[in-house]
């Protein structure tokens, strides 16, 4: 069993480079010295665990280190360009003595990872294992079998057949897909780990090579989301604003030095010319003159913003930088992570498939996708890799079990004096099979610890959901309408009883408080890949109506983002209600670009079929259902078109897989919900196609999937009109056949006029903004920042006398 790490020793000539390698260590007791010689000194008097030093005199301090701390673990630091430090290494190595390096050329991040890798090795624990464990691997393309003889968080040895040549494991060698398996099933997966020692061993008459193998802890998964570059003056000083407004650290650092970083103290941005200036103090640790250029970064909302600049003035009142350029901004994170409340606790249990302990914990933290919980490193081994079948004790009480792999195993700060015998590690799991009542769990669990206010709308009654929305003058329904109540609760009560219960299908949240209701938002799978949200009312209070709408909201899409098979997130809104659509296009200007996002706007009209239209039908060209040929040309037309994220958020492509899927989704909650295609034939395929939602009412409270929307491949067409005609007829049939009153259009405005002949009625214009999941974060950043933006300026409007706050709202106006 190896020794806990405790008291840790840097010993470096350079005071920048002793501070960087301090705070790559910030959660040990670290000692820092100047040289070698005040080393040994501190070393007589306080016995570190691990020792950093730079490679000068390497065998000489060695010969000091294994009489004054024979168990110490020492790590020499050495750029490669340190010709003369590389060859003090080799001649130290070749005597016998073993120790790790580093490089010195690395950031801090680096430093940081390659650090904390060396002591997760050194504070782990290893347990034997018993005969039986058995280990497959492939070297060099061959495969090969050992067994496992002790195994750690980071490490292995194995006992490989002495029939195995003993060059092939020379240190370094990487060994492919190594999976341990016990009584047939596997236990640990590990894509590659390398070997760090080969040793024979003969015991009796049996001999075998003893291979010491160690694996990297698994790397975060990338976000899908693409790097991205703020170019634009105002859009740069803008984000550093916000994080200013925000007290969010600012760091500078040189150029030729990213080893230690300086924060830039009491920052403003001061408007001069074009760019502006940023001011602040700084340590006089930074080595900076005036023209000297510097790095400078900060994080906000997940992401990482990082520019170059220069000093343009060095004093004792401070310094002041150039505003940078552009800014690169990189995603820290994906999905959030969330602590749970102390209403939503879950416990984790299992028995290690490899020291055979029944292990009970509490939940640290969950995520969308797994969750963490703690060990003690010095009794319990769960190496990164793992498979565990565990069992999860939710907060209803309820127990379901649910395989996890073992994704990271970290330290967690500690302060040793209170035990010497426990080191908590931070173990990090990825449920590998999603059963459906822990990601419901989990998605409540967030959904309180995110705003305890905010609840399911599955626990209320539809009927008190429904005065609250007519309490809010939720206008638009134009097939509910208020006031009759016993036409329209029934229908929508049934639906929206069964949609709580498909809650991966739909998720209703309710802002409330000791009384009342005070808000609501739904959320609904609009197509197999895509979560749209809708149904925002929130009662009447200007304040609150802020704070209400900005929680629902964000909180609607994080659900969305929640749920590992949504990809799209889409909302609308009407173009005639001032506040939503100032919203929604600044959103959507800001995030446009990359591909990820799509802007549509359309006309809603409504047609009443007690009312035949006026029109020769059989002057229309035919319209039949669409075929296999069709769908193919759809996708076809759409990617000529570039429209990738309507091919895809809207489950259009030539397989018809996920609307089949989706069906039977909708059909197993005992809803429905389907999509229809006509086809007007034109000379070289097809002339327009009509796409025909339908589903059960109240899924959409303004009925948005049993609408139909028109795709005209060709407006230049003398036919074109009588086409689009042709299809809404047929459009208008289908409803007839669905015992619907009433036939929906989701048009361009260019087919406005064609139905408007046919007795259709404009109910106005909707703009649709669909974006992918990996903008999320930079969505919430946005949002948030917007209200943030407008609360001063809504109260400072409250304030002002009446004259000043007309010419505001006149101002607005414009």
């Not at 398996?181 to 780990?193: E, K, N, S, T, W």
């Not at 830039?264 to 001061?270: I, Y």
């Not at 206008?475 to 009759?484: A, L, N, R």
């Not at 009312?611 to 769908?631: F, N, T, Y």
Request: net charge neutral.
């Amino acid at each position: 069993m190896s020794v806990p790490t405790h008291e840790v020793l840097i010993v470096h000539p350079n005071e920048m480079r002793r501070n960087a390698l301090k705070s790559a260590l910030g959660a040990h007791r670290v000692s820092v010295v100047g040289s070698q010689l005040e080393a040994a000194r501190r070393m007589e008097a306080s016995v570190p665990t691990l020792i950093i030093a730079p490679a000068d005199n390497a065998r000489r301090f060695l010969r000091h280190v294994d009489r004054a701390a024979p168990e110490a673990v020492c790590v020499f630091v050495c750029a490669r360009s340190d010709q003369h430090g590389l060859e003090e290494l080799v001649e130290t190595a070749a005597e016998g003595h073993v120790f790790s390096t580093v490089d010195d050329a690395l950031t801090e991040g680096e430093l940081s990872v390659r650090l904390r890798d060396i002591l997760q090795l050194r504070a782990s624990t290893r347990v034997s294992l018993d005969a039986g464990m058995r280990v497959d691997f492939v070297l060099r393309g061959q495969p090969f079998t050992a067994e496992c003889q002790d195994l750690g968080h980071f490490g292995a040895a194995l006992q490989v057949p002495m029939d195995a040549s003993m060059a092939a494991f020379l240190p370094g060698t990487p060994l492919d897909s190594l999976t341990m398996v016990r009584d047939g099933r596997p236990v640990l997966h590990v894509d590659r780990a390398y070997v760090r020692h080969a040793t024979p061993i003969q015991q009796g008459t049996h001999a075998f090579l003893r291979v010491g193998i160690s694996w990297r802890p698994a790397h975060p998964e990338a976000t899908s989301a693409p790097p991205r570059t703020l170019r634009d003056a105002v859009a740069v000083q803008a984000a550093l604003r916000k994080a200013l407004r925000r007290e969010l650290p600012v760091w500078l650092h040189s150029p030729d030095s990213q080893a230690a970083h300086f924060r830039l103290e009491s920052a403003t941005v001061e408007p001069c010319d074009e760019r502006g200036l940023l001011r602040g103090r700084v340590s006089p640790g930074l080595p900076a003159s005036v023209g000297e250029v510097v790095h400078l970064s900060f994080e906000m909302g997940g992401q990482r913003y990082r520019g170059v600049t220069s000093m343009l003035h060095v004093g004792h009142d401070g310094v002041s930088l150039g505003m940078p350029r552009s800014l690169a901004v990189e995603n820290r994170r994906g999905q959030q992570r969330f602590r749970p409340s102390a209403h939503h606790r879950f416990l984790v249990h299992f028995t290690s498939p490899f020291s055979g302990q029944r292990i009970t914990r509490a939940v640290l933290d969950l995520g969308a996708r797994g969750f963490a919980f703690p060990i003690d490193a010095s009794c319990e081994v769960l190496p990164v890799g793992s498979h565990l079948d565990t069992t999860l004790l939710l907060p209803d009480g309820s127990e379901v079990a649910c395989r996890v792999e073992v994704r990271s195993v970290e330290v967690v700060p500690f302060e040793s004096r209170h035990d010497q015998r426990l080191r908590p590690y931070r173990c990090g799991v990825r449920i590998l099979d999603m059963p459906r009542t822990v990601r419901d769990a989990i998605i409540d669990a967030f959904v309180s610890a995110r705003a305890p206010q905010v609840r399911d709308g599955a626990v209320f009654r539809f009927p008190d959901l429904w005065r609250m929305m007519e309490d809010a003058r939720y206008t638009f329904h134009p097939d509910h309408p208020f006031g009759e109540e016993s036409r329209v609760l029934p229908v929508l009560e049934a639906t929206h009883e069964r949609l709580s219960r498909a809650r991966e299908l739909g998720r209703s949240l309710v802002f409330t408080d000791t009384h009342r209701l005070l808000g609501h938002v739904n959320g609904l799978r609009m197509y197999s890949g895509t979560w749209l949200v809708q149904h925002l009312a929130v009662m009447p209070g200007f304040r609150r109506s802020e704070q209400i709408s900005s929680e629902l909201t964000s909180l609607a899409v994080e659900v969305g983002e929640a749920m590992e098979d949504v990809e799209f997130i889409r909302y609308m809104w009407r173009t005639d209600n001032r506040w939503p659509h100032r919203l929604g296009t600044w959103l959507a200007r800001v995030l446009e670009g990359q591909g990820l996002c799509h802007l549509r706007q359309f006309h809603y009209l409504r047609a009443d079929l007690d009312l035949e239209p006026a029109m020769d039908v059989a002057a229309l060209p035919a319209v039949r259902e669409a075929g296999p040929e069709d769908r193919r040309w759809l996708e076809s037309y759409l990617r000529r078109r570039g429209e990738m994220v309507r091919l895809l958020s809207e489950d259009l492509r030539a397989d018809p897989g996920a609307e089949a899927s989706l069906s039977e989704r909708f059909r197993t909650a005992g809803l429905h919900r389907e999509r229809r295609m006509f086809v007007v034939e034109g000379e070289a395929g097809p002339l327009a196609l009509a796409l025909q939602d339908e589903a059960t009412p109240g899924l959409s409270l303004i009925e948005v999937t049993n609408g139909f929307n028109l795709v005209v491949a060709d407006r230049e067409d003398p036919r074109a009109k009588d086409a689009v005609a042709a299809l809404v007829l047929r459009c208008m049939t289908h409803a007839r056949e669905r015992g619907r009153h009433a036939a929906l259009g989701m048009v361009d405005v260019l087919d406005v006029p064609v139905l408007r002949e046919l007795g259709f009625v404009d109910q106005g214009r909707f703009s649709e903004w669909t974006f992918h999941r990996s903008m999320v974060r930079r969505w919430c950043e946005a949002w948030r920042s917007l209200f943030e933006r407008q609360m001063p300026m809504r109260r400072m409007k409250q304030r002002a006398p009446s004259s000043v706050t007309a010419a505001a709202q006149n101002q607005e106006a414009l």
